[in-house]
T-cell receptor
Framework: TQLLEQSPQFLSIQEGENLTVYCNSS?????LQWYRQEPGEGPVLLVT?????EVKKLKRLTFQFGDARKDSSLHITAAQPGDTGLYLC??????????FGSGTRLLVRP | GAGVSQTPSNKVTEKGKYVELRCDPI?????LYWYRQSLGQGPEFLIY????????DSGLPNDRFFAVRPEGSVSTLKIQRTERGDSAVYLC?????????????FGPGTRLTVL
């Protein structure tokens, strides 16, 4: 069974601070996706990384896929209250279904 | 451009009852996925359809769960003899194809509560 471990589970920081969320697995995935989910809504895709070692930037968010395609990280620079939410990583397996991590709940205090 | 819609948004039922949850995917999307999300957890895969056929149903927890997509568009997830442990948010997603590049678009979910 493929599992994705996400850490930390909860993060409370002050506006302007930086943070990193980690997503680790012992399995190789064909791609890895990061989602953000608001209460009462479904997850919304932020980014897809496909190639080992790939780095993608989305404004203040930087996503990295590990060289072996087993792990990933999300780094947020100068966090803002609008970044508050549940961040989910998800690996795509060989049959195109997503295996989700348990999520990181981020709270950015003004 | 409507997104993925799910009905009902909330469903409260009693233990042992039968429920149906409906998903309307984005028009033209050939792949449709069902996930279940328990409180404080990430979504857990249940089943996915490519067209009308179930391409992978390995996530269905037992034979009380069944899903159909008869015309390759709308899908219904059916749960028989519901149990309290079935309480969760059931999410549906659709995508235009199946590749590692395809984005899955999620609906808002149906919150199922079994009393």
């Amino acid at each position: 069974t493929q599992l994705l471990e996400q850490s930390p589970q909860f993060l409370s920081i002050q506006e302007g601070e930086n943070l990193t969320v980690y997503c680790n697995s012992s399995s190789v995935f064909s791609s890895l996706q990061w989602y953000r989910q608001e209460p009462g809504e479904g997850p919304v895709l932020l980014v897809t990384v496909v190639t080992g070692g790939e780095v993608k930037k989305l404004k203040r968010l930087t996503f990295q896929f590990g060289d072996a395609r087993k792990d990933s990280s999300l780094h947020i620079t100068a966090a803002q209250p609008g970044d508050t939410g549940l961040y989910l990583c998800a690996g795509m397996d060989s049959s195109y279904k997503l295996i989700f991590g348990s999520g990181t709940r981020l709270l950015v205090r003004p | 451009g409507a997104g993925v819609s799910q009905t009902p948004s909330n469903k409260v039922t009693e233990k042992g009852k039968y429920v149906e949850l409906r998903c309307d995917p984005i028009s033209g999307h050939t792949a449709l996925y069902w996930y279940r999300q328990s409180l404080g957890q990430g979504p857990e895969f249940l089943i996915y359809f490519q067209g009308t056929g179930a391409a992978d149903d390995s996530g269905l927890p037992n034979d009380r769960f069944f899903a159909v997509r008869p015309e390759g568009s709308v899908s219904t997830l059916k749960i028989q003899r519901t149990e309290r442990g079935d309480s969760a948010v059931y999410l549906c997603a659709s995508s235009s194809g199946t590749s590692r590049y395809n984005e899955q678009f999620f609906g808002p979910g149906t919150r199922l509560t079994v009393l």
